[in-house]
């Protein structure tokens, strides 16, 4: 498929979630015949149950098009469908270093929304070409006039150029093709230049070994050519190179502006990194493409297998997992309770929630999950600064000086009649308002400086049920600021669960010490003896419950006589009860830890 490089496009989708655009790529694909309607699907694009299930998109996928314009020329489209969510926004970043521009979707109906805007941002950095595509034109609640006079408000782009369509209903659908055709401008022709391509993704497969999706800046790449990733220094030959139709479709060669995958043998999942730079062995480039900037995790969290023996199984998962999921960072961590691990760094809670459950369906894994927790900078009275992630490495508190929290910006898009609501749930989360802005008649934009750990639990869930559905969120990172963070610790019967310990804000510190305490008086098996579960910050217990110790009726035999004889028993009793608290262990179940960690009672 040698297509003239005047007749390419590059183009990605994006939106706020559920904006509609996975269904705005199957509509394109239908059209472009790439599919019969017998084999057809929703979501063709969602490759992933997990995305299936939920209905959002997770990875990145690319298809390449051909399409018939009106002008008689046949078009190559290689378009990029991206996820929504605000934990995947890595994702859109990888996939718009790919692109010569993009279809920023907005719902006729919601208008635009905060993800909305800091998708256009993404764009405009990337400095590519905006065609505004109005959705859902379809629904009675649809605005299309109002829609337009967001665009034109908010966004700054040009009504003129705007496309309505509906992609459920497949009305409007050419008028986005041809628009793709005269807005997005075709990829430079640098045939002639020596090989760089962009590594945008990749995927392991135990049959091919690894695949990777790329795009190709400068040069020609064929069958047969001995490339060398550059950061890895790791030398291939080309077996297959080809275009993305759904399935793969080989071909002899990739030029510059096309985009594609290739299998050479990369066998190890080390060997082909996201944002890496594809050139040939012997007329090498002389200095790679910019690649990506390096994520930053914003929750951190330790993954352990429910058995010891699946060690090795989980190694090997996050191995494969970590390939195309540049976002998350892990190392080897070990606990005394629940045995060899990882600690994971993740983009948010969804995020996390996503791996997890891949790691247990894809690779039938069983695993436990410690309680989320973020990144506090540590500044001790000798002037020595940490980053302390895991409540077991929180210094002593008499050496601390200063603690500093991460801080993010968020902005909450909402109608009019919710602002006190959502003032009430920013300020419970300890925000600070910095701006509010009015969007219109009935919209209103609230800006709050917010720290992290209070918004990745249930914040974005209790936002969309006191706006009944109707707000939306994005959030930036701000900074650090100085907080007051004390290290929770869980005792049962005086000993420390060292898994369960967590760093968290001093005004919740008590709330999450009974959660826990309670969840564990409900798990833990009764013994012969009082089993006291406390928290404590440091010396000062905060909460408290007790597990009733299993009594013996040791007064059934005394009929009668004096009652000195049953105080004797009962004396007996107690004395033994004392000498077991004393000497006995109590064995803490793993569904007791599974109980506090995964519980949604945060």
Not at 17 to 41: C, N, V
Not at 532 to 537: C, H, S, Y
């Amino acid at each position: 498929m040698n297509v003239d490089r005047k007749l390419i496009r590059n183009i990605s989708i994006i939106a706020h979630i559920d904006h509609g655009k996975s269904t705005l790529a199957d509509r394109l694909i239908q059209r472009a015949g790439l599919i019969s309607e017998r084999d057809f699907r929703d979501q063709i694009l969602d490759t992933m149950d997990i995305e299936r299930e939920r209905g959002i998109t997770i990875k990145s996928n690319t298809v390449t098009m051909l399409y018939e314009a009106g002008d008689g020329q046949t078009y190559q489209i290689n378009l990029i469908d991206t996820p929504g969510h605000v934990d995947f926004s890595y994702e859109v970043s990888r996939s718009l270093a790919s692109c010569d521009g993009v279809l920023l979707v907005v719902d006729a109906s919601q208008g635009v929304e905060a993800q909305t805007i800091g998708n256009l941002y993404k764009a405009m950095e990337h400095d590519l070409t905006v065609v505004p595509v109005i959705n859902k034109i379809d629904l009675q609640s649809a605005n299309i006039d109002g829609t337009l006079d967001e665009i034109d408000e908010e966004l700054g782009l040009p009504i003129e150029e705007a496309v309505c369509c509906s992609a459920k209903t497949g009305e409007g659908i050419d008028e986005v093709f041809e628009a793709i055709i005269q807005l997005i401008p075709p990829p430079e022709d640098r045939s002639d230049q020596p090989l760089r391509a962009l590594i945008f993704d990749a995927l392991y497969t135990p049959y091919r070994g690894t695949i990777v999706n790329f795009r190709v800046v400068d040069g020609t790449l064929r069958v047969g050519d001995r490339i060398r990733l550059m950061h890895t220094g790791k030398v291939h030959e080309v077996d297959e190179v080809g275009h993305m139709q759904l399935d793969l479709v080989p071909c002899d060669e990739l030029r510059a502006g096309d985009v594609g995958y290739l299998l050479g043998g990369i066998k190890t999942v080390a060997d082909a990194r996201v944002g890496d730079t594809i050139t040939r062995d012997e007329n090498r480039a002389e200095r790679p493409l910019p690649g990506f900037e390096h994520v930053t995790p914003m929750v951190y969290s330790s993954i352990y297998p429910m058995s010891s023996g699946e060690y090795e199984d989980l190694s090997v998962a996050m191995d494969k997992l970590s390939l195309n999921d540049a976002a998350l960072v892990y190392e080897r961590d070990s606990s005394s309770a629940l045995g060899l691990g990882f600690r994971c760094g993740f983009l948010g809670l969804l995020h996390l929630d996503v791996v997890q459950q891949r790691l247990e369906r894809e690779y039938g894994l069983s695993l436990v999950l410690t309680a989320p927790s973020v990144a506090y900078r540590v500044t001790l009275r000798d002037g020595e600064e940490l980053e302390v992630d895991n409540p077991s490495h929180y210094p002593d508190p008499g050496k601390i000086e200063t603690v500093e929290e991460p801080f993010v910006r968020t902005s909450i898009m909402t109608p009019a009649r919710y602002i006190g609501p959502v003032m009430e749930l920013c300020l419970a989360a300890r925000g600070v308002n910095s701006h509010t802005g009015y969007l219109g008649h009935n919209r209103v934009d609230i800006q709050f400086d917010m720290p992290l750990a209070e918004i990745i639990y249930h914040f974005y869930d209790n936002l969309k049920r006191i706006t009944q559905g109707y707000g939306s969120l994005d959030y930036t990172p701000l900074d650090y600021r100085e907080t007051d963070v004390v290290k929770l610790d869980i005792l049962v019967n005086g000993e420390v669960l060292t898994p369960l310990s967590q760093l968290v804000h001093r005004s919740k510190a008590r709330q999450y010490g009974l959660h826990a305490c309670k969840q564990l008086e409900e798990t833990i098996p009764r013994q012969q003896f009082k089993i006291a579960l406390q928290a404590a910050i440091g010396g000062d217990i905060i909460a408290r419950r007790t597990i009733r110790a299993y009594r013996k009726d040791v007064t059934a035999k005394c009929y009668g006589g004096d009652v000195t004889r049953k105080r004797k028993l009962l004396e007996q009793q107690r004395e033994g009860k004392k000498r077991m608290k004393m000497a006995g262990n109590v064995p803490v179940p793993q569904e007791a830890f599974i109980a506090v960690l995964q519980s949604d009672q945060k």
